[in-house]
């Protein structure tokens, strides 16, 4: 199917006027058209509590509560990253993913594709993405260098961490209704490892590339503020300091909770084998202490379940989010260096009447590019936000499932092993009493 956005400039729809008027993804974040931006930044993280205050008691049914609005299913385009490969050569090591490609688009020659990429072509596509659509929100990509608590660059856990996110990346461009048509996007698919070189060769020059950071600095130099920055924009920005502010502090308590629970896990492991050795030296212990010693086997077990879940649902979409933030300020900037550019631009028209025509001709230019970048972050912001909104809502309520499961079943644990002794100490009593 053809895109809507393809032809001409890439001017998106403007946001209803509704939109505006929606909450805030959580409950302690200030949201745009709920403007109360300064109040609403001193609100205590304590109320994360809000989500809902309304607790299913069945854990299997806790996720089903939650209905999101499902878009239909209109994709066309399914992308899978898989099947690490470690490659060493004379001058460096490094890792390459399989990328298979499953379409039915007019524009691709075949069905499916299989190419192999490694970490530098994911950064070459992002790096292009940004220089065609300066004021779309680009999904990030996991860092280039080792995350606090990796103790190893190749080892399995760290490539699988990272795979996952890449396939994250890949499909969050796909899914999006202006990226997944951009032509280096169908290019890295697509091309072979050498057609993809070619291809990297053509793109902007060094001085090209020096001559955008030059002026983004100089413009940031110049100004220090926007002056006619519209006020949604004011908003978003106000918003998106304060949603750094809080997921910053969310990643880095769900990081410290996380390295606890693997201290207490570590711990635990070896308590167990500590009490069936004491067996050995207390005779009349040893059906007690070989059940305490199962006990804690298996809330061991669940603790380490537990970990899984928080290492796989929580803190993968916390710290995506972190990267977005700053992926949004970078947007956010970008599209005020469009409007520090027209204001420039404004400001001179004044001053030099015999530039006026010229003037005026850019400055029409300008306005229609901020226009676009506008509408373009208008529209993106909204799908933003309702994606982050789901992914937060489905990771806190997957581990408050995990956490409703693991103290079940660690609470019939017990108790099995109390009733048990219970039992054991009635029959003890009454052989004492018989004659």
């Not at 009447?353 to 972050?377: F, M, P, R, S, Y």
Request: a negative charge; hydrophobic letters at 35%.
């Amino acid at each position: 199917r053809e895109s809507p956005w393809r032809a001409g400039p890439v001017c998106l729809p403007a946001a209803s006027a509704g939109s505006a008027d929606r909450g805030s993804p959580w409950p302690w974040f200030p949201a745009p058209g709920q403007w109360g931006l300064r109040e609403a930044a001193d609100t205590s993280l304590t109320e994360a509590n809000s989500f809902s205050p309304l607790i299913p008691t069945s854990p299997s049914s806790m996720i089903n509560q939650y209905k999101f609005e499902d878009e239909p299913e209109l994709r066309d385009l399914f992308i899978t990253v898989d099947d690490p490969e470690s490659h060493i050569t004379a001058i460096e090591t490094f890792i390459t993913y399989r990328v298979v490609t499953k379409t039915s688009r007019g524009e691709f020659d075949s069905s499916e594709y299989e190419v192999r990429r490694r970490y530098q072509d994911f950064l070459w596509l992002k790096s292009r993405l940004e220089e065609a659509h300066p004021t779309l929100i680009i999904p990030p990509l996991p860092e280039k260098f080792i995350m606090k608590g990796m103790v190893e660059r190749f080892s399995d856990e760290f490539i699988e961490t990272r795979r996952k996110a890449l396939h994250k990346f890949l499909n969050r461009i796909a899914e999006h209704p202006t990226l997944a048509f951009n032509e280096d996007f169908k290019i890295f698919l697509t091309a072979q490892t050498w057609e993809l070189s070619t291809h990297k060769k053509q793109g902007p020059g060094l001085f090209s590339r020096m001559g955008q950071t030059v002026r983004a600095v100089a413009s940031s130099v110049r100004g220090g503020g926007v002056k006619n920055r519209p006020d949604m924009f004011t908003d978003i920005n106000d918003y998106m300091e304060t949603f750094n502010q809080k997921i910053n502090l969310l990643d880095k308590i769900s990081q410290r909770i996380y390295k606890e629970e693997r201290g207490y896990y570590c711990e635990m492991k070896e308590y167990g084998p500590i009490h069936t050795l004491w067996c050995a030296s207390e005779e009349d212990l040893v059906d007690s202490l070989k059940g305490v010693a199962s006990c804690i086997d298996k809330c061991c077990k669940a603790t380490e379940n537990r970990m899984a879940g928080l290492s796989e649902n929580l803190l993968p979409v916390l710290h995506e989010y972190v990267l977005y933030s700053e992926i949004l300020t970078g947007v956010l900037k970008r599209r005020d260096q469009i409007q520090a550019e027209l204001d420039s631009k404004v400001d001179a028209l004044s001053n030099k009447k015999a530039e006026k025509d010229l003037l005026t001709e850019e400055i029409g230019n300008l306005e229609d590019k901020v226009e676009c970048a506008n509408n373009a972050l208008k529209a993106d912001w909204d799908r933003w936000k309702q994606n982050m909104q789901h992914d937060m809502k489905t990771a806190f309520l997957n581990v408050a499932e995990n956490n409703i499961h693991y103290y079940e079943q660690c609470l019939a644990t017990w108790e099995s092993f109390l009733t048990s002794q219970t039992v054991d100490l009635h029959l003890g009593e009454d052989s004492e009493d018989k004659p």
